[in-house]
């Protein structure tokens, strides 16, 4: 009969209009999704949390499966380091930034004895200050020209006395201002090899 109704094709509609609604409020929800709160969120099995740019370049990673420990680092525009937090290898904290190359610029942590030290690199990574604990213990200021070589040291010596030392391009002591064995003061200059040519000190 031509008014008959099909029953079954109006329920095929209706159900495939519905479907296609419910897709496009799911897509309309998860992109209008912009803030999320919650009490705590865990990430077991050294698991990582990612923050990516518009363009699907990571920007801030926080990870747990680091050889010593968790690590947070973040990346420039460029997709380069430009900030690593967490432990090292060993399991003492550090702090590390690098400049727009990715190339590390200065880093802020503990070294193998237990201390803590500041250093500076130039845009070559050569070292350029030292600041910190030295290996026996005290503290000391130290500079390097950009070749590597140490320029002036500003310290505590082996034996807990301080002093400070100069030296030339090539690395030679050129000058001492300091502390003498005999616990006095001394001034002491060297020629280029690092020989010492005139002394100073004061008498017991």
Sequence with gaps: MKGKIDV???LIGILATLLFM???SARQTEAEMGDLSVGSITIRDGGGLRILS?????????????QGGGTIMLKNALGAASMTLGSNEDGQGGFVA???AGQMSAHLGTGE???GFIRTFDKHETPTVYLGTSEKGGGQLTTYNEVGNETA??????????FLRTANEYGKMSAYLGTGNSSTGMVLLCDRE???KWVEKVDE
């Design 8 to 10: 079954k094709s109006i």
């Design 194 to 196: 690092g020989k010492t």
């Design 98 to 100: 690098y400049n727009q």
């Design 153 to 162: 040291f500003l310290g505590t010596g082996t034996a807990g006395n301080g």
């Design 54 to 66: 518009r363009a699907g370049e990571n920007t801030v990673l926080i990870s747990g499966s680091g």
């Design 22 to 24: 419910t897709l496009i």
């Design 113 to 115: 004895m237990g201390g």
